[in-house]
């Protein structure tokens, strides 16, 4: 019984105990729940990734949604809610790439824009003109919503007035900052005793920026007419900076009067020594000056002289590259009208080709294409044994012959007789020649084909075409060739 008893009192207690654990338990810190749950942290770590591209001003209704997303994430995973924090992280990480594209679309359509206000940021128009600068970026968020949003005509029209209002704010940061960086010289001047060892130069510079200001206060418009007195300020404040340190530097050394000009001669020395020519320190200061001046001069005008002729052989160069590229192109176009040419005859040829090889059936000829050339190889021929009179039995054949070379009526004609090896080699050589004469003949007087345009010869059996062994063999032996040459 009391073995019981302590059982049940042990099991109260550790229910007390889990009860109070839970009641307890403390909420996540920031740097706990990025090191914990990896989805919130990598939601986190991509939508950082996309406003370093710009998704804050050019996806900005995307990025927003992503960006309440991570929030609810971090609250759940701040609440111990595990499941829910992983899930919304998990979901919304898909939608980056959503971000990621809607900011890239609006770049391309936006990128002149995007340049402008990149040159004013490094301008330094977000801290000299902030308030101005924030209502340009507020138009930019509100121009890629609409790209967001499909309306990309009318993103484009804002495209102008938001290229002028950003490059009129890195113009006048600009100019600003020549005010603020003359201001700067000024006082650096001050802090190396400019006001001691260069005071004029120092209060000329002090009175340009003084009209600077002046401007400035008067009209924040006028930055332009405010720049040219700020540049000049900043330039001579700068100048009294280095009369200060030589100064300074004459006092270290204890130079004397005499030492300070031996020293500037030793300066305008070292500026003429490229010259090689002496300057006149024998002679008054005005004359070492004009020496110098008239050193320089002439250099300048050799230089001019030099220029001049550059600039007239570039032209002439230039005029006869031109002449050489128009020529050039007239050749490039006269190459490509024959090579078009040689096409439409080629293709013209082939056409002809197989009208011709179409006439001939594979009894009666062979037709081939040698280039420009047709050869037309008739084996069809029945000359009685040892005889040349073409039989009328071959008039279709020859008809045939004589159609086929007045397609190409400015050809030349060859006509070559060929026997197979049976009888005398001389017999047959004799034969095969009397045999292309008459087919020769036929052409002319028949087929009305001009005796000049037509030749023949005989080659007997010395160009067999297939085997002297066999009778088929011999039969395709014993053939009158046609050449039609249209080289």
Known sequence: MNFKIGLLSLSMAISTALIGGCASTQKLSYEQIMS???????????????????AEYL??????????????????????????????????????????????????ILSEVVDARSRAYSAGANTLQSDKMADMDKDLIKTSMKIENGDIEDAKQQRPKLLQGYAQLEL???????????????????????????????????????????????????TAKADVYAKKAKWLAEQSASITETVKDFDRRDYSEEDIVLWHQQQLSKVNQPLTTDLPFNESNDNVVLSLKNSVSKLLAERNTALDQRSKTEQQLSSQLKTAEAEYGKQLALTEKERRAMQQKDQADKQKFDQVQALFTANEANVYRQRQNVLISAHGFQFPSGQSEIQTGNFPLMNKITRAIKTFPNARIEVDGHTDSVGDENINKVLSEARALKVAKFLNEVGEIPAEKITSQGFGETRPVASNETKEGRAENRRVEIKIINE
């Open 36 to 54: 914990q749950h990896q989805q919130v942290a990598s939601l986190e770590s991509a939508l950082q990734q996309a406003r370093a591209n710009g």
């Open 59 to 108: 996806a900005p209704k995307s990025y927003a949604q992503a960006n309440n997303s991570l929030q609810r994430a971090i609250s759940d995973a701040e609440n111990n809610d595990i499941d829910a924090a992983k899930m919304t992280a998990t979901e919304d990480l898909k939608t980056i790439s959503t971000v990621n594209r809607n900011t890239e679309n609006s770049r391309s």
């Open 172 to 222: 006048s940061a600009l100019k600003l900052g020549t005010a603020n960086l003359a201001k700067t010289s000024i006082a650096h001047a001050k802090e190396q005793g400019a006001k001691k060892y260069a005071p004029k130069t120092l209060a000329r510079a002090e009175e340009e920026m003084a009209l600077a200001v002046t401007i400035l206060d008067a009209d924040r418009t006028q």
